[in-house]
């Protein structure tokens, strides 16, 4: 025995006010970084009561990044679908990637250089989604916004012409920083290797010798591709080593 769930909704239009726009990609970024995890049946939980159907336009039960490429084609009257990946977060070699060092050097007191590397691995991504967490007993990161572009100065991207970032800080969760990266127009351009995000961290006074710099699983990290599909991935994680500085005394001869 079972059942068949018939939902409401028109693909796309994630935030089911009836049309097909730019709204329904915040929307979608939204209701991934919600806290209500990843399946279309429980969009309307957590903290904003995205569209069921709306919300999962290719259609392959994960609502996460290849929903913002798909719901971007719809927009402009093209179609997508299929499924590349049912579960974002199972892990693919051969695919894309995102990494940070095994290892950051810096010291107690002092400036942690974090990079974020993407590797295509022949992939046309053109939307990520992920989140980076850290230990805020070890590190802290300047919230300042002196270019008022609504993103802390200490996160600096390295990203294609044309692609719009999304940074998601909650205060609930302090020491977790959320990520959305996609290209909002049609042809959709795709990422290519480099470091995409450097973070600035200050090594807190106090802090121990190792601090891990993990990706988080609420969102899945998640990788879209230009025809609206998700693409399975791979992710790594590292630590920011801190231990105490040591001077030398000057040698003179």
């Known amino acids: ?26 929307a ?64 693919s070699m051969d695919g894309p990637a995102l990494s940070v060092p095994a290892t950051v050097d810096s010291y107690r007191g002092g400036m942690a250089y974090v990079p974020l590397s993407f590797e295509s691995n022949g992939r046309t991504v053109s939307s990520l989604v992920f989140s980076i967490e850290y230990d805020t007993n070890q590190l802290l990161l300047n919230d300042a916004d002196i270019d008022g572009d609504g993103i802390a100065d200490a996160i600096h991207f390295n990203l294609p012409a044309g692609f719009v970032k ?20 049609q042809p959709q351009a795709f990422l290519v290797d480099s470091d995409i995000i450097t973070i600035q961290f200050q090594a807190l006074p106090t802090a121990n010798l190792l601090g891990d710099m993990l990706f988080g699983n609420d969102p899945l990290v998640s990788f879209g591709s230009v025809g609206g599909q998700s693409i399975l991935g791979d992710h790594s994680n590292g630590v920011v080593t801190t231990p105490t500085k040591i001077f030398l005394p000057a040698i003179t001869r």
Request: hydrophobic letters at 40%.
């Open 166 to 185: 999304t940074v998601v800080f909650d205060a609930a969760q302090p020491g977790k920083i959320g990520f959305a990266i996609y290209n909002p127009l």
């Open 1 to 26: 025995d079972g059942m068949v769930a018939v939902l409401p909704g028109v693909r796309g239009d994630c935030n089911a006010d009836s049309a097909l726009n730019a709204g329904d990609i915040s």
């Open 28 to 91: 979608i970024v939204l209701e991934i970084f919600d806290g209500d995890g990843y399946l279309p049946i429980d969009t309307p939980l957590g903290t904003y009561p995205g569209n069921a159907v709306g919300c999962n336009p290719n259609q392959d039960t994960v609502v996460d990044a290849g929903d913002i490429s798909c719901t971007i084609i719809l927009i402009f009257g093209g179609s997508c679908g299929g499924v590349q990946a049912t579960r974002s977060n199972t892990l």
